[in-house]
């Protein structure tokens, strides 16, 4: 069975070592361009480019897939199938449908929950205390094609974005090697997506934003999510401020919501209790414990 993979991510990496590991014939592999990185903006491509060249694969960068522009690659590799994990475009309808045995793809929720860009960030987000894997056939809508398998994981609460992502990485890899094994045999279930749905849209600037008007508890989580990367943030003393781990913690003080109400363990006042910031990130210094912050710090207000 001829593969033509198509990833950009770490998540996505996790897939094709998964993939290697079994022997599978990639005859290809898609990526997004090299682009721009860090304060020197010095060109770096894709984990999934670094990986594949590593493991000495055919690596191809397409700018765009629009108007055709995947063809003539499509033509000449003929894949049987076209795997797409965190690919980050959306495939037109003529590449969908090219390979004879379709498109299939590795997402990150236990569908038809959390379909969308960041299935992992907003599970953490909600407060859910369980997700997976899910792989499905593709397609012209957004991961609303028959779903093939699914794994299951619990979500402890010790789980941050970073520790969720990498542990999801690992059970997509397996997972989509079992669904290659049941595709290969003929005996792939098609399952049509029913039920409750919700989006699990991009994670913005807005979703980052600390509000100190919100319980603890949804904040801890926006905390969680977020962590270790791009993390939540807010202002303290005109300073961006990233907010790496956090802690609830209960009590009841007479203070505007923001307040820093214990400068020795950085608790913020926060709608129904206190919100301690355990590790936190100064714009332009590394990362410190919520002590040494305040130790260093004037200000008395979180904004």
């Not at 990639?26 to 361009?33: F, I, M």
């Not at 793809?105 to 379909?115: A, D």
């Not at 045999?185 to 699990?200: F, K, L, S």
Request: charged letters at 25%.
């Amino acid at each position: 069975m001829k593969i033509l993979f198509m990833g950009t991510s770490p998540f996505a990496v996790e897939s094709l070592s998964a993939l290697h590991r079994s022997g599978a014939e990639v005859a290809c592999v898609v990526t997004q361009p090299d682009r721009p990185k860090g304060r020197g903006y010095k060109m770096t491509c894709t984990p999934v480019k670094e990986f594949a060249l590593e493991k000495g694969y055919r690596v191809e960068t397409p700018e765009t897939l629009k108007e055709g522009a995947l063809l003539p690659l499509l033509e000449e590799i003929n894949p049987d199938l076209i795997v797409v994990v965190a690919y980050g475009k959306i495939l037109p309808a003529y590449v969908l449908n090219y390979p004879k045995l379709g498109c299939i793809n590795v997402h990150g929720s236990l569908l038809p929950m959390y379909r969308g860009a960041a299935p992992v960030n907003h599970v953490l987000l909600d407060g859910q205390t369980e997700t997976g894997v899910t792989t499905m056939y593709m397609d012209e809508g957004v991961d609303t094609g028959d779903m093939i398998l699914k794994a299951s994981t619990p979500i402890s609460d010790d789980d941050t974005f970073g520790t969720l992502h990498d542990r999801l990485a690992k059970i997509g890899g397996d997972l989509l090697v079992e669904t290659l094994d049941l595709i290969a045999a003929g005996t792939a279930p098609r399952t049509v997506q029913q039920g409750e749905t919700c989006y699990a849209s991009m994670i913005t600037k807005e979703t980052r934003r600390m509000d100190w008007n919100s319980s603890k508890t949804k904040l801890h989580n926006q905390v969680r999510g977020l962590a270790p990367d791009p993390c939540a943030f807010a202002f303290c003393g005109g300073k961006n401020i990233k907010i790496l781990e956090s802690e609830p913690v209960e009590g009841n003080w007479d203070a505007p919501v923001g307040t820093i109400v214990d400068k020795k363990h950085l608790v913020i006042r926060v709608a129904d209790g206190g919100l301690r910031l355990k590790t936190v990130q100064p714009e332009g210094k590394k990362p410190m414990s919520g002590e040494s912050f305040c130790a260093g710090n004037r200000a008395d207000l979180f904004e």
